[in-house]
């Protein structure tokens, strides 16, 4: 088993639904968390953490925390010697998320509200792996600019899956996606 996939197996997605959505947790497509946001599509998820190849130990920014699903996988992949930080722009969802990554046992992520007009976590910058959950119409330089050396960032942009990495900035694309709105 990879060490994606035995991410998934460690933190299945029912535990990062909301109630009414649980029995759905199988479905390969997103699912409502509310405050007009989603739980991404397994297959979608499981795509980008591979593109985004986290190693034990790194420094990761998820950013659209959501539901926490996304935050646990990643410190799953950190380990312990690693450190995640989510932020998540809703409240009621930081509160959610924080609930459920919680119970995780991993106490080297967390989640944090996100400051509106602020992208990402730049006062804890620089960052090994960035993962963006919701789609901006062009790649935002402000993130750009927390990825460290040799960083890798996986973000949906305009409906195109980009993989950017450090030096440089580097850009590879990686077929069409939907996602929420990045604010």
């Known amino acids: 088993m990879d060490a994606v996939a035995s991410a998934f197996a460690a933190h299945p997605r029912e535990g990062f639904l909301p109630p009414a959505e649980r029995g759905r947790a199988a479905y390969d497509g997103p699912l409502v968390i509310g405050h007009g946001q989603t739980n ?3 297959r979608t998820v499981a795509a980008m953490l591979r593109l985004l190849d986290v190693r034990p130990g790194q420094r990761v920014l998820d950013v659209g925390a959501g539901s926490g699903w996304t935050t646990a996988l990643l410190a799953h992949l950190t380990g312990p010697e690693g ?3 989510g932020v998540e722009l809703e409240p009621d ?31 804890a910058a620089p960052y090994d792996r960035i993962l963006v959950s919701a789609e901006p119409r062009t790649l935002p330089d402000e993130l750009v600019e927390q990825l460290g050396e040799e ?11 980009l993989r950017v990495t450090t030096p440089g900035p580097s850009v590879t694309r990686h077929g069409g996606y939907r996602f929420v709105p990045l604010r």
């Open 40 to 42: 991404s599509q397994p």
């Open 83 to 85: 450190r995640v930080l």
């Open 93 to 123: 969802l930081v509160e959610f998320g924080s609930a459920n990554l919680a119970r995780t046992g991993q106490a080297w992520a967390s989640i944090r509200q996100a400051e509106p007009g602020v992208l990402g976590l730049p006062a």
């Open 151 to 161: 960083a890798v960032m996986v973000i949906p942009v305009a409906g195109e899956m």
